[in-house]
């Protein structure tokens, strides 16, 4: 016989133990998420988990899409809402410098964490990391085309190229302000992605 629910405990909402789930995986990793570690962080049994994911692969899976809904709320958003062009390449890296600087997740960007930790690894998980990356890259490299067809930067400028610098700008951003919690990190990349910007 099961032993009875207190009438004083509250069951966990879906929407809580998913942002345990975010929050945890960039600080231990999504291979090690799992019904039991999320539920012990929460302080609630494994089986008011287990109600509302099935299998770790369902929370694995569930975690990478809410990480996806936050980062398109505090990053994509704002920069859509930037005129296209120069404005919204500015705005896409003040967006996730500001991201950071929140700091929504303990342990920083979760989809750059996971993307290093599950590059190497087939399966769901990883193919939609994969997705959803792809999907912020183009957002950026769509940007650099624009203000170059804007004549906003030089006719020369390569948009690939200067997508993966800016990329490479937040995501070392992201690894050395995890790594130090030092505002002056924030401070630099904005400098750097300033100049970088601005036409000679």
């Known amino acids: 016989m099961s032993e009875a629910r207190p009438w004083y405990r509250t069951e966990p909402t879906r929407d809580a133990i998913l942002r345990a789930a975010v929050s945890m995986a960039t600080v231990d990793g999504l291979d090690r998420l799992s019904a ?20 770790r692969l369902e929370l694995q899976l569930a975690t990478v899409e809410e990480a996806a809904r936050v980062f398109t709320e505090e990053v994509v958003q704002p920069t859509l809402a930037a005129e296209p062009g120069l404005a919204q390449l500015v705005a896409v890296c003040e967006a996730f410098f500001a991201h950071l600087e929140r700091r929504t997740f303990p342990g920083g960007s979760f989809m750059a964490s996971a993307t290093l930790e599950m590059n190497t690894r087939p399966g769901p998980v990883g193919e939609l990391i994969a997705r959803f990356q792809a999907q912020f890259g183009a957002l950026i490299r769509g940007s650099a085309a624009a203000a170059v067809d804007r004549r906003e930067l030089p006719p020369g400028e390569d948009p690939d190229r200067l997508a993966f610098e800016l990329n490479g700008i937040m995501l070392a951003t992201d690894t050395n302000y995890a790594l130090h919690d030092d505002p002056d990190v924030l401070d630099l990349a904005r400098q750097i992605v300033h100049q970088r910007l601005t036409p000679a």
């Open 36 to 55: 039991a570690s999320v539920a012990s962080a929460l302080g609630v049994s494994k089986g008011d988990v287990a109600a509302y994911f099935g299998s």
